[in-house]
């Protein structure tokens, strides 16, 4: 299947400080891509769609301005959490949409960010 | 507000037995419906997909999909304990936006 990397994996990073999160497509270009938020024993929760040349849609209640989405290409599209807090704490997780013909939904990694 | 309920469990079954995950959907309009294994820390990994009703068999996993009920289910035959993680149940709309259930915890005692 298509592969989606994800990176980095884990970050611990500072309270008031950034973080950028990276999703790539590696042997498909994807228009589209997701990013989604899991805390513990909970389920996905979509935060914005990313869509290549344009900006991103984000899902009532998730702060555009907070979490900057870029989808520069069509193999890349990043996330970054900006002036981080203990409360954005969380396993972030991006996927895309297959190559064209296939429309299942392949996912990154995902990375555990952990704001101290 | 477009909805994926799943039963959260957890579901514990013997080795060797049948485990049986369900999950409905609000929006009649869904096309595409999905079945993805998380283990606990791991992003969800695709385990089989249906777009008709009836069912459809890969290997252990046999896919259920009932439109009319707005019903899809995943059978797990001669379940294994490497088969223990969290079910997630997905519907794309006809946006072609996906929609995550809450997730069943399954449990396979050796």
């Known amino acids: 299947g298509a592969v989606v990397s994800q990176h980095p994996s884990r970050v611990i990073c500072k309270s008031g400080t950034s973080v950028k999160i990276e999703c790539r497509s590696l042997?498909?270009?994807?228009?589209?891509m997701f990013w989604y938020r899991q805390f513990p024993k909970q389920s996905l929760m979509l935060m914005a769609t990313?869509?290549?040349?344009?900006?991103?849609?984000?899902e009532q209640g998730v702060e555009k301005d907070k979490f900057l989405i870029n989808h520069a290409s069509l193999t890349l599209s990043t996330l970054t959490v900006t002036s981080a807090h203990p409360e954005d704490s969380s396993f972030y997780i991006c996927s895309a949409r297959g190559p064209q013909g296939n429309t299942e939904a392949f996912f990154g990694q995902g990375t555990r960010l952990t704001v101290v | 507000q477009k909805e994926v309920e799943q039963n959260s469990g957890p579901l514990s079954v013997p080795e060797g037995a049948i485990a049986s995950l369900n999950c409905t959907y609000s929006?009649?309009?869904?096309?595409?419906f999905f079945w993805y294994r998380q283990y606990s820390g791991k992003s969800p990994e695709l385990i089989m997909f249906i777009y008709s009703n009836g069912d459809k068999e890969d290997g252990r996993f046999t896919a259920q999909l009932n439109k009319a009920s707005q019903y899809v289910s995943l059978l797990i035959r001669d379940s294994q304990p490497s088969d223990s993680a969290t079910y997630l149940c997905?519907?794309?709309?006809?946006?072609?936006?996906?929609?995550f259930g809450t997730g069943t915890s399954l449990t396979v005692i050796p």
């Open positions: 997905a519907v794309r709309d006809t946006g072609n936006q996906f929609y």
């Open positions: 929006d009649r309009g869904s096309q595409s």
């Open positions: 990313s869509n290549e040349g344009s900006k991103a849609t984000y």
């Open positions: 042997d498909f270009q994807a228009t589209t």
